[in-house]
């Protein structure tokens, strides 16, 4: 029997320490580094995104960073396809591919797969929203009842939303999406996948954050965000923390410092929902990485991987 190839996924909230210690156990295990940061993709903004200064990147190969414009939607899917071409590039070379970061919605959708839904047609749903208005919720969930059981087995009779998708699948693709969902691959069964996350003390984290948007904001976060309003940013890219908060105070809605406090609640709250979703995930390892030095933290994952 063949043994798979080994890929390790180092994941955790934002401003844990996943960087320093990637590029340490990077060191140690002859690994590239694919960034699995929905922020990092985008060329145009460095110091937002904290991104690793190319002179490490040149010594350490970072994959999947700056590799869109800020006016260039990203999505999930997107960052599937690209991280399987960089893994198997790295594999090529006899090096370990590392992923690194905080987005677990881009981590499940590598692990697990994600099915192609087919386009959407804004025809069709309006159609079926003006249905539910005219007749009610349970005429549609009726219809998908028909049409595809398994798929409303699992949907509640009044998420209409899930229930409208559900059908406009069904009529753009002729195909229920209960068995549309069971066709989606993930690279999870054809390799040997090793989860660690990196676990600190709530105060720490939240102090780390607060110490991280103060220096974004000495290197000149202001200036940076300034710059890229000056483009036309795409959905995905105006959702990043900070660029709204630095737009109002640009518009004179409050002050810098109000705008740095904002930033700061924020990426806390976005930590907290990192974590969250994180938790649900009962194949990752949870690594306490409190008052310990990068490189022994990267020595523990190393001793973890046989």
């Known amino acids: 029997m063949t043994q798979k190839k080994k890929i390790i996924f180092l994941v955790g909230p934002t401003a844990v320490g996943k960087s ?22 985008y ?37 599937s396809k690209q991280a399987l071409k ?55 969930f009726k219809r998908l009842e028909r049409i595809d059981p398994e798929a409303a087995g699992k949907i509640h009779p009044h998420d209409l939303r899930r229930i409208v998708r559900a059908l406009e699948v069904y009529e753009t693709t002729n195909k229920p999406i209960s068995q549309m969902q069971k066709q989606a691959c993930g690279i999870a069964k054809d390799y040997d996948i090793k989860l660690f996350g990196l676990n600190i003390n709530r105060d720490k984290l939240y102090d780390n954050i607060n110490r991280r948007v103060d220096e974004m904001f000495e290197k000149g976060l202001v200036g940076e965000i300034k710059r890229a309003l ?46 969250t979703w994180f938790r649900k995930e009962k194949r990752i390892r949870w690594i306490e990485i409190s008052g310990k030095k990068p490189v022994s933290v990267a020595r523990k994952i190393k001793s973890c991987l046989n």
């Open 20 to 41: 320093k210690i990637a590029l340490e156990l990077a060191k140690i295990i002859n690994g590239e580094i694919i960034s699995c940061d929905s922020m990092q993709v």
């Open 43 to 79: 060329k145009e903004l460095n110091i937002i995104s904290d991104k690793i200064p190319k002179s490490i990147r040149k010594r350490i190969p970072h994959h999947l960073v700056d590799i869109v414009s800020i006016e260039d939607n990203y999505n999930v899917s997107d960052f």
């Open 86 to 140: 960089a893994i198997e590039k790295i594999h090529a070379k006899g090096k370990m591919p590392l992923i690194v970061g905080g987005s677990g919605l881009y981590m499940k959708v590598m692990l697990d797969g994600v099915f192609e839904e087919g386009k959407s047609d804004i025809k069709i749903r309006r159609r079926l929203y003006s249905l539910a208005k005219k007749y009610g919720n349970n005429y549609l």
């Open 230 to 275: 000056k483009k036309k940013l795409s959905l995905t890219a105006a959702k990043i923390i900070g660029i709204r908060e630095i737009r109002d105070f640009l518009n004179s809605r409050y002050t810098e410092e109000r705008a740095r406090e904002l930033i700061k609640r924020n990426t806390r709250h976005y930590a907290k929902r990192q974590l």
